[in-house]
């Protein structure tokens, strides 16, 4: 499996920091749009690669009642005019099977999600489209056993496969972030994306939502820098305590360009 790669002039597993960031979930048109036109400059300004997110439909909610976005249709449509407006790459989430090939017709990296990071429908359905892959690795599971997913990406041919840390769970309504799980999946010859905003979740902790400590987004950001992972994923908007989705551990548009510098800055003492 290749563990050095590209979309567009975006390069995974060599020397750059990709950052892979936007809102949780796509809220509107005119949001989407004006995300991902704000969070390009502050990338563009720290010169750093840029591929937006945001989920069409986001199918793990804790409550029957919470949003869960425009979905599919509608979706890659949105994302499609991010793409094209301003020739970033995009990627998003799939929760099937069946939704692997239309959504590859929009989106350059088809992210799978964690809970279904051991689901070989989706993965073979995802890697059959030819795009990257990132998986999430899920929080029930041990780094070193990730590598029977990256084994199983190969017996299909895969060969452009991401790996994505977001914590572990940790007792009940938390998680932990293992930073020695970024080296250890780097040695399977995949690079390794950190989740930065998904790390601080408290899943299910408000009741019927799930909390978050944001304020531990640039520790665990600039730590994971350190220990040489190959790209940073943050789910940011610009108003966060208002977001749809994932409002206690979404990262603030207004300090993005801060954080940005200052992993900037590690990822260059390292590399």
Not at 25 to 48: C, F, G, P, Q, Y
Not at 210 to 222: C, N, Q, S, V, Y
Not at 252 to 269: M, T, W
């Amino acid at each position: 499996m290749k563990n050095i790669f590209q979309i567009n002039d975006v390069e995974f597993g060599g020397s750059a920091l990709p950052i892979i960031a936007g809102p949780c979930v796509i809220e509107s048109r005119d949001h989407i749009l004006h995300m991902a036109e704000k969070i390009k400059e502050i990338t563009d300004k720290n010169n750093l690669p840029f591929i937006f997110k945001s989920s069409f439909d986001k199918g793990n909610r804790s409550s029957h009642s919470s949003f869960r976005g425009p979905g599919m249709d509608k979706g890659l449509r949105i994302l499609d005019e991010v793409k094209q407006t301003f020739n970033i790459p995009i990627t998003t989430d799939i929760h099937n099977a069946g939704q692997a090939n239309t959504v590859a017709e929009v989106i350059d990296i088809i992210q799978i999600p964690a809970f279904l990071c051991r689901q070989s429908d989706i993965i073979n359905a995802a890697v059959k489209t030819s795009k990257i892959v990132n998986i999430k690795k899920g929080q029930f599971m041990a780094p070193w056993d990730v590598k029977n997913i990256v084994e199983k990406v190969a017996e299909e041919g895969g060969e452009k496969l991401l790996l994505t840390e977001r914590g572990s769970s940790f007792g009940y309504n938390n998680l932990v972030s293992d930073m020695t799980s970024i080296p250890i999946m780097k040695d399977f010859g995949v690079p390794v994306i950190f989740d930065a905003t998904h790390s601080v979740q408290h899943p299910g902790g408000l009741g019927k939502t799930t909390g978050g400590a944001r304020e531990f987004i640039p520790t665990l950001a600039k730590a994971a820098v350190a220990v040489g992972c190959n790209g940073v994923f943050m789910e940011v908007h610009d108003n966060p305590n208002n977001a749809k989705s994932d409002a206690s551990s979404q990262w603030p548009l207004k300090k993005l360009d801060h954080l940005l510098k200052s992993i900037k800055r590690i990822h260059q003492a390292v590399i």
